[in-house]
Structures are given as C-alpha cells and as structure tokens.
C-alpha cells in the first residue's frame, strides 16, 4: 500500500495513480460483452485480418453518457486481445485527447511523440501561430502529410497497423476545418499500405452531425452506443467488490470479503449509488478509499473516503484543485469580501491587494488575469453587469466591471483548512 497517505480531498484527486489493489479495473465495465466482442472484431480487422490475414482500415465512433466506462472499455477491449496471436507486436497505439491536443500542431507532435519519429517536425518558434495554420512555411495539411510520410516509413518495415484512440472526439470536430479528423479518415478510407483503425469517444450523440461533409463521407459509419453499465445495485456492489478483490493476493482477498460482510460498506455504496450511477464515481471512490488506508484495509477507510469526497460542496472541491496562483487570487477576493462592506471587486484594484506576494512567486498581470478567468469558468465567480459580454470582461485590468464571489465565508474557511500545503506568505494574508 501506500507509505504517504492523501488525507484531504486534494491530495486523493492530485494522486489518482493506478493502484495495484484495484489492478483489475481494466476489465471490461459489467453489461458491454457484446459491444466488447464487436469492439474487437473491428480493431482485428485492421491489426490482425481476416482468415487470409488481409488487413483492412476502418473506423467506429463510441458513444456514451459521462463517466459510463466508455475509455475503461476500449482499453479492456485492447487488454483483452492480448492472446490473439501476434497482436501486440503487430499494432502501435496513438492516444489523442481533445482536451490536450488543442491545436493541430499539438495533435500532429503527438502523433509523432507516440510514434517514436525521431524527425520531429517542428518549427523555429513554436509560440507562433497563425490563424491559417502556417508553420515553416506549410500548411497543416502538408504537416500532417509529412508525419504520416515518417510514419510509414517508420512502421512499414515492421508491417505494423495504426490504432488512432480520439477521446472527447467532439473537441476534434470544433477545430477549424477539422483537419486532424479529415487526414486521419482519409487515411483509413484510402491508404492500404498501413491498415489504420480510429475509435473516437464521445458522450455527444450529435457529434456526427458536427462532422464537415468530406469528413463525414470518409467515416465508416460504425457506432457503438454505451448505456448505465449497472441494471441495479446488486450489480453495482458486485463491480466494487471485483475492483478491490486482488487475485493474487489471497490474504488480500479474504479480507475484502470479510469487509463486504459489514453492512456499514453496504449502507455507503447505496448512497453512492443513489447520488450517481456512473462506473467514474465507483472507480474514483475505491481509489480514494486506498489512498487513504493504512497497509490494512478498515471499514473506518470506507467512510473517511466518503467523508472527503462528499461532505463538502462542489465548488469547496474545485477550490481545493486550484493552482498556486489561482488560490492567490481567490485569498485577494476573500480579503475583499472582509475588507468591504460592498461584496463586488474589480481585478485591477484585486491585483493592488496582492501584488507584493505576487512578484515573490514571478505571477505577473497576464498571469493574474488568466487566473481569473480560470475562476471565472468554474463559477465561482460572476460578473455582475450581465449584460457586458465575457469577452469584454477582461480586456485588461483597467476595466471597470465588478465581480463577486459565489462562494460564502464558511466556504472559504472550508478551503483554507483543507488545501494543502498553503505557502507562508499567503497565510500572511488571510
């Protein structure tokens, strides 16, 4: 187990590593065996063949609400064919998230990182980008070209297939000119010298209507539709004991299932499962639970977890994920909200209050700015002139609109108890 035990909510969701306690949650998410085996069939399609061991490219979109097991069931699918005969030394897995590829040249240096192409393509500045896309004189499309140009010399004498992996595909499909799905589908209607297969994940069921004509016309049309994995509670407590149940670790075992006799465990998975469904919930709460567990596991670890992970509200939580400098600024508005009997600020006068701080840790004005907006997003503040665009809002710190603060003073001292490791200087301020 682990030696550093996470005793506030921020540490369990700053150290949501794979746990080999729950080492099992790979397996495919309980109700999907017949989406698993169709799954399957198409990533062989292009990986391992058919009977005449010809290779084929496709792609399949999967759909599904949040949190439902969507990601948990394409990588059980691709764990699970790990005794198909030479599956693994015939495929390269490429793992694209929309969050984190936000721009095309982002997507195509992931695809080249993964790929182990050394000649990365890269260019004199990478701070600079331009609307149209140009980078070293290329557009993206003459890029990506490139990339797929190494990436076949790289993995044609290998005689290996491609398994491109788009999670929160919509992303992709708000992207200008959807370049990186246009490419990428073109490539697996079109290019027989490397079989490609592309599964996208999404919760949008309307993503296929996001998709530009030529890009639509080059998918395969293939979809998988993932509803709630559990049909009741029983298959819901069934699922928990599984992840926690370590097969070879027979001690380990007999003690979860002595545990899973206590009806303590059983009254707080109910309650879990009554305030949501989703496999994400379950999953996140067994790693808190082992995160904060001695070497032995107690029916005490049960409710601190839960204690942490729902005794608090919402935003107190997303408080206690904010950056150094984010919870800077939310220390600057609550000292505005003791200081003033008003309970609106402005950022320009915000920055005044702690701009000495501020220099010690190098945050400068832009830096400071993007904070605010960072809070802004989350809601946990709102400008009070609702009819000024958001835009607007934050043209510079001269600007005139007031914001308040959505969370109360009880919250606050929730945060300052809870956040770990505030620095000395900050607690100065408060």
């Not at 599956?87 to 993964?114: M, P, W």
């Not at 998709?211 to 994995?229: D, M, P, Q, T």
């Not at 945050?363 to 993007?370: G, N, T, V």
């Not at 600007?399 to 009880?410: D, G, I, N, Q, R």
């Amino acid at each position: 187990m682990m030696n550093n035990r996470a005793k506030t909510i921020s540490d369990v969701i700053g150290n949501l590593s794979p746990s080999t306690r729950i080492g099992n949650s790979l397996r495919c998410p309980p109700g999907y065996e017949k989406e698993k085996e169709y799954l399957s069939s198409i990533i062989k399609t292009a990986v391992v063949g058919n009977k005449d061991g010809k290779k084929s490219s496709t792609s399949v979109i999967i759909f599904g609400p949040p949190e439902c097991g969507k990601t948990s069931f394409v990588e059980s699918t691709l764990a699970g064919l790990k005794d198909v005969k030479k599956f693994h030394k015939s495929r390269k897995v490429v793992r694209l998230n929309g969050y984190l590829c936000t721009t095309f040249k982002s997507a195509i240096d992931e695809i080249c990182r993964q790929l182990n192409i050394k000649d990365m393509l890269t260019s004199d500045d990478d701070n600079v980008e331009s609307e149209n896309l140009i980078m070293q004189g290329n557009t993206f499309d003459e890029r990506l070209e490139q990339a797929l140009v190494l990436m076949k010399e790289n993995l044609a004498n290998y005689k290996k297939s491609v398994v491109f992996i788009l999670d929160n595909l919509e992303l992709f499909a708000e992207q200008p000119n959807q370049g990186l799905l246009y490419n990428l589908f073109d490539l697996a209607a079109n290019n027989s010298s490397i079989p490609v297969c592309i599964i996208g994940v999404t919760c949008r069921v309307d993503v296929l209507e996001m998709f530009e004509k030529r890009v639509k016309s080059r998918f395969s049309h293939r979809k998988i539709n993932l509803v709630g994995a559990f049909k009741d509670f029983d298959d819901y407590n069934t699922y928990a004991f599984n992840l926690l149940v370590h097969w070879e670790d027979e001690s380990w075992n007999n003690s979860i299932e002595k545990l899973y006799k206590s009806n303590q465990i059983t009254v707080i998975l109910r309650s879990i499962y009554d305030n949501n469904k989703s496999m994400g919930q379950l999953v996140t709460y067994l790693y808190t639970v082992m995160l904060v567990a001695d070497d032995e596991l107690k029916k005490s670890d049960f409710q601190t977890a839960y204690d942490q992970m729902f005794s608090i509200s919402s935003k107190v939580k997303m408080a206690l994920d904010l950056s150094t400098n984010e919870l800077l600024v939310l220390i600057a508005i609550f000292k505005q909200i003791q200081n003033n009997t008003q309970q609106a600020w402005q950022p320009k006068v915000l920055y005044k209050d702690i701009e000495k701080v501020a220099a010690s840790f190098s945050l400068k004005r832009e830096d400071f700015m993007q904070a605010v907006r960072k809070i802004h997003s989350l809601q946990l503040i709102t400008a009070v002139t609702s009819s000024q665009r958001l835009g607007d809002a934050f043209v510079n710190l001269n600007t005139e609109t007031y914001f308040k603060s959505e969370l109360s003073f009880h919250e606050f001292q929730e945060i300052w108890s809870r956040y770990p490791h505030i620095p000395s200087s900050f607690q100065e301020l408060l």
